[in-house]
T-cell receptor, first 114, second 114 residues
Framework: DGGITQSPKYLFRKEGQNVTLSCEQN?????MYWYRQDPGQGLRLIYY???????QKGDIAEGYSVSREKKESFPLTVTSAQKNPTAFYLC?????????????FGSGTRLTVV | AQSVTQLDSQVPVFEEAPVELRCNYS??????LFWYVQYPNQGLQLLLK??????LVESINGFEAEFNKSQTSFHLRKPSVHISDTAEYFC????????????FGSGTRLLVRP
């Protein structure tokens, strides 16, 4: 079945470390997104990419970086510059026709700073 | 800019009772509207969406939402809830003329009690 795979499900990071969250989709979707979820704050957009080799900052991009070298993959790196990285991270995708088709979400990665 | 307000952070209700989860949005342009559901430690799943046409939209599991343009609302209702409906529900909006990004509300936790 087609879908989005996020790995790992749980991730622990030490202070000062960079970590990379994986997001892979086999839906042939053009656009991919990264959201951060904190309790009581809903979802906030970090980065999004509409086509390969192109991406745009969302509302809270500081301290994060992404790449889009393949259509299927959109990894997110949480850098040491992100001061409060503990959160639930969700990856999503949409077909080329845009969000009217609805997002498909992965099952998320829970990142904890130790 | 668009924004979404979900006034109720938590809604407790007894099984088989009706429920309404409120969503109001703000936008200067026409929008698409969505409801997503999230079960614990999972990604979000599309529940229903309003794109155009009939202002009342329904999901396959008994939920419905009505688009009210004059009140800029898109409230979610179910006439009789089940224990399995316990989850977090997110309202989201997207501009029709730039439909790659979703803006999410802060979520409402529906707690169904026996």
């Amino acid at each position: 079945d087609g879908g989005i795979t996020q790995s790992p499900k749980y991730l622990f990071r030490k202070e000062g470390q960079n970590v990379t969250l994986s997001c892979e989709q086999n839906l042939n979707h053009d656009a991919m997104y990264w959201y951060r979820q904190d309790p009581g704050q809903g979802l906030r957009l970090i980065y999004y990419s509409q086509i390969v080799n192109d991406f745009q900052k969302g509302d809270i991009a500081e301290g994060y970086s992404v790449s889009r070298e393949k259509k299927e993959s959109f990894p997110l790196t949480v850098t040491s510059a992100q001061k409060n990285p503990t959160a639930f991270y969700l990856c999503a995708s949409t077909p080329g026709q845009g969000v009217s088709y609805g997002y498909t979400f992965g099952s998320g990665t829970r990142l904890t700073v130790v | 800019a668009q924004s979404v307000t979900q006034l109720d952070s938590q809604v407790p209700v007894f099984e088989e009772a009706p429920v309404e989860l409120r969503c109001n949005y703000s936008s200067s342009v026409s929008v698409y509207l969505f409801w997503y559901v999230q079960y614990p430690n999972q990604g979000l799943q599309l529940l229903l969406k309003y794109l155009s046409g009939s202002t009342l939209v329904e999901s396959i599991n008994g939920f419905e939402a009505e688009f009210n343009k004059s009140q800029t609302s898109f409230h979610l209702r179910k006439p009789s809830v089940h224990i399995s409906d316990t989850a977090e529900y997110f309202c989201a909006v997207s501009r029709m003329d730039s439909s790659y990004k979703l803006i999410f509300g802060s979520g409402t936790r529906l707690l169904v009690r026996p």
